[in-house]
């Protein structure tokens, strides 16, 4: 079975400030791990993806992730926010062999200006 | 725009009616996936096609339905509708399966009243 936490419902920062978003993930096997993000009334849009290789994954408007094997996290990070990261980001694992991406409940960023 | 399209935006219907949700995924993705969305539940999978064969199923109801068409095109049906069916129902497609990306469409709002 695959299981994902995300340990904060909701997380506050000051525009221009760094953030991490937590993420753990729960598997017997190799996984694949995503990060997607939801801006108000849209879909879902993917930040990025761990599927092997560099711990160190980068992605779009300026996130990065690192893949801790040891610690089973998958945290999101963000050097300086800005106010139009505000949205709300989701952690989701897949395992090897699954067909399904189990995502997690989701953590709402909110960049106080 | 992710490429995925999702018909109607918005629907709304009475406790006991069915309704049926139309995805259409992004030119030449095989997989579509449906989700549902709401405040209480958060992101739930419903179900995966790959190339209109079923290949896993999440906690969909017996009340629900899917199938994925010859042209790749996927209905999901609503029966017996509930007040706790109440949600954002999103589609979305990738590649293949498992490691690809998933891209999201912008959701189809189901309200029952």
């Known amino acids: 079975a695959q299981s994902v936490t995300q340990l904060d419902s909701q997380v506050p920062v000051f525009e221009e400030a760094p953030v991490e978003l937590r993420c753990n993930y729960s598997?017997?096997?190799?996984?694949?791990l995503f990060w997607y993000v939801q801006y108000p009334n849209q879909g879902l849009q993917l930040l990025l993806k761990y599927l092997s290789g560099s711990t160190l994954v980068k992605g779009i408007n300026g996130f990065e992730a690192e893949f801790n094997k040891s610690q089973t996290s998958f945290h999101l990070r963000k050097p300086s926010v800005h106010i139009s990261d505000t949205a709300e980001y989701f952690c989701?694992?897949?395992?090897?062999?699954?067909?399904?991406?189990?995502f997690g409940t989701g953590t709402k960023l909110q960049v106080i200006p | 725009d992710s490429g995925v399209t999702q018909t109607p935006k918005h629907l709304i219907t009475a406790t006991g009616q069915r309704v049926t949700l139309r995805c259409s995924p992004r030119?030449?993705?095989?997989?579509v996936y449906w989700y549902q969305q709401s405040l209480d539940q958060g992101l739930q999978f419903l179900i995966h096609y790959y190339n209109g064969e079923e290949r896993a199923k999440g906690n969909i109801l017996e009340r629900f339905s899917a199938q994925q068409f010859p042209d790749l095109h996927s209905e999901l049906n609503l029966s017996s509708l509930e007040l706790g069916d109440s949600a954002l129902y999103f589609c979305?497609?990738?590649?293949?399966?498992?490691?690809?990306?998933?891209?999201f469409g912008p959701g189809t709002r189901l309200t029952v009243t």
């Open positions: 989701a694992v897949r395992s090897g062999g699954y067909q399904k991406v189990t």
């Open positions: 979305a497609s990738s590649a293949r399966t498992g490691a690809d990306e998933q891209y």
């Open positions: 030119s030449g993705d095989l997989s």
């Open positions: 598997s017997s096997v190799s996984v694949y």
